[in-house]
């Protein structure tokens, strides 16, 4: 059975810190693996996806994700959050057509 | 070019009542999907087409809830009658069959709120 977790549903950081937003999936076959973001009353918008290749992805807004095989993870990264980073990210993973949401996690940028 | 397209964008409406939301998918997109998110529930699946067909409905909480794709540039999802506890953010998103299986992405519309009084 495949499936994602996010860990943690509420994440807060100090604008110009690190943001970690963790992505575990599970997966009996190699999974395709995304970050959405969702800024409030709006649809979800792809921020990277990782398909096969390198596995540090860059996505937009300074964003990025590393696919760990051995640790079955892609998690989030941004150097410094901002405080428009202010929003709800969902990771999913994908096989075939069949795609996967985990709960997501709310990001609040402390000013 | 056009995003995906749903209407409306807000509805308040009274139990019992029926509901219809409306999606255009990407031009050529031949995957459509219908999702519903609450807080409670996060984001669940509903139903997906596939050249118009549907595939899987699995995840249309009961009877009261129908869709339909008369062609390839718009899906309807009907909630008749409506309950309160259908209120929430009902989205739609398309995708193209030749990337799915290589990482193809969803594209999501901007939704509709559903308020059920």
């Known amino acids: 059975a495949q499936s994602v977790t996010q860990l943690g549903s509420h994440v807060s950081v100090s604008e110009g810190a690190l943001v970690l937003l963790r992505c575990n999936y599970s997966s009996s076959v190699p999974p395709y693996l995304f970050w959405y973001v969702q800024y409030p009353n709006q649809g979800l918008q792809l921020l990277l996806k990782?398909?096969?290749?390198?596995?540090l992805v860059k996505g937009i807004n300074g964003f990025e994700a590393e696919f760990k095989k051995s640790e079955t993870s892609f998690h989030l990264t941004k150097p410094s959050a901002h405080m428009s980073d202010a929003a709800e990210y969902f990771c999913?993973?994908?096989?075939?057509?069949?795609?996967?949401f985990g709960t997501g996690t709310s990001l609040t940028v402390i000013p | 070019d056009a995003g995906v397209i749903q209407s409306p964008r807000h509805e308040v409406t009274e139990m019992g009542q029926e509901v219809t939301l409306r999606c255009k998918p990407i031009s050529g997109h031949d995957y459509l999907f219908w999702y519903r998110q609450t807080m409670m529930r996060g984001l669940e699946l509903l139903i997906y087409?596939?050249?118009?067909?549907?595939?899987?409905d699995s995840g249309m909480p009961e009877d009261r809830f129908s869709a339909k794709m008369p062609n390839a540039s718009f899906s309807t999802l009907k909630i008749q009658p409506s309950e309160p506890r259908d209120s929430a953010v009902y989205f739609c998103?398309?995708?193209?069959?030749?990337?799915?299986?290589?990482?193809?992405?969803?594209?999501f519309g901007e939704g509709s709120r559903l308020t059920v009084l």
């Open positions: 990782y398909t096969t290749g390198a596995t």
């Open positions: 087409f596939n050249n118009n067909v549907p595939i899987d």
């Open positions: 999913a993973v994908s096989f075939g057509n069949q795609f996967y």
């Open positions: 998103a398309s995708s193209l069959l030749r990337t799915q299986g290589k990482g193809g992405e969803l594209f």
